[in-house]
């Protein structure tokens, strides 16, 4: 695998996390890093982020979302990867 290999994560947020600047501290982190996606806010208190770019950088900002520098409280993170879809441009909140 080579650093410029492309992929999709797609990660669930669970915690404190509505309501706390997380969506725009995820969208600081992502667009720091070059990815592409969005942060959407879910029931149940959990945020899905998207992102798409070189897995590095989407590892990257997998460890930024399970870091204790994110805003809120963030008990757990699942995590999914798959391939990029493409089509994404600049990284929004929803």
Do not use: I
């Amino acid at each position: 695998m080579t650093d410029a290999q492309q992929a999709r994560l797609t990660a669930w947020v669970h915690g404190r996390v509505q309501g706390v600047g997380f969506r725009w501290w995820t969208r600081a982190r992502a667009l720091e890093l070059g990815l592409a996606g969005s942060a959407t806010n879910l029931p149940g208190n959990r945020v899905e982020v998207v992102a798409e770019g070189p897995r590095e950088s989407c590892e990257r900002l997998l460890e930024a979302l399970r870091s204790p520098d994110t805003p809120g409280d963030v008990d757990h993170v699942a995590e999914q990867w798959s391939e990029p879809k493409g089509g994404l441009t600049g990284f929004v909140e929803r």
